[in-house]
């Protein structure tokens, strides 16, 4: 019959043999390179936001001087009552087109956080890829020395 191998003992070797120092259980420098590689992609992300919203209040405060400057005229006083009716037609008329064109510049906006954010996650996610699969072969290296060592150990 065939003797059974004693696993208790070459795992006891192997987990002695293997430091648990958690500074020495993970490869710092690959822990080091994910934080860089996040600490980057954060502060993309907030130069893509900000850059958003100064376009954005860039163009709501263009938007409301024009309709100060256009509502000027509806509350000048008129000489006939119809000037009223007509002065706040054109005014109307104006908002709908300003609003039309703000509201496309908004749109282009957003457009453009959108598309810088899909590149952003894009780029962040291989670099993440990257930095975890560095430390999956790295940790697995580490492993594999130890469980040889264990197993010479063992024998």
Same mark, same amino acid.
């Given at each position: 019959?065939?003797?059974?191998?004693?696993?208790?003992?070459?795992?006891?070797?192997?987990?002695?043999?293997?430091?648990?120092?958690?500074?020495?259980?993970?490869?710092?420098?690959?822990?080091?390179?994910?934080?860089?590689?996040?600490?980057?992609?954060?502060?993309?992300?907030?130069?893509?936001?900000?850059?958003?919203?100064d376009k954005?209040?860039?163009?709501?405060?263009?938007?409301?001087?024009?309709?100060?400057?256009?509502?000027?005229?509806?509350?000048?006083?008129?000489?006939?009552?119809?000037?009223?009716?007509?002065?706040?037609?054109?005014?109307?008329?104006?908002?709908?087109?300003?609003?039309?064109?703000?509201?496309?510049?908004?749109?282009?906006?957003?457009?453009?956080?959108?598309?810088?954010?899909?590149?952003?996650?894009?780029?962040?996610?291989?670099d993440v890829? !990257? /930095? *975890? =699969? %560095?430390? +999956? @072969? &790295? $940790? #697995? !290296? /580490? *492993? =594999? %020395?130890? +469980? @040889? &060592? $264990? #197993?010479?150990?063992?024998?």
């Amino acid at each position: 019959m065939a003797k059974t191998e004693d696993f208790t003992k070459l795992m006891k070797d192997m987990m002695g043999a293997y430091p648990m120092d958690m500074s020495k259980m993970m490869d710092m420098s690959a822990l080091q390179e994910s934080f860089k590689t996040q600490a980057s992609f954060g502060e993309k992300m907030s130069k893509v936001a900000i850059e958003a919203a100064d376009k954005s209040t860039e163009i709501s405060s263009k938007w409301t001087k024009a309709t100060l400057a256009k509502i000027g005229d509806v509350a000048k006083v008129k000489d006939e009552p119809t000037d009223y009716t007509k002065a706040l037609t054109e005014f109307a008329s104006t908002q709908a087109e300003m609003a039309a064109e703000h509201m496309a510049a908004f749109a282009e906006v957003a457009k453009k956080v959108q598309m810088e954010t899909i590149e952003l996650m894009l780029a962040t996610g291989k670099d993440v890829s !990257e /930095d *975890m =699969t %560095a430390a +999956a @072969k &790295k $940790a #697995t !290296e /580490d *492993m =594999t %020395a130890v +469980a @040889k &060592k $264990a #197993t010479a150990a063992a024998k």
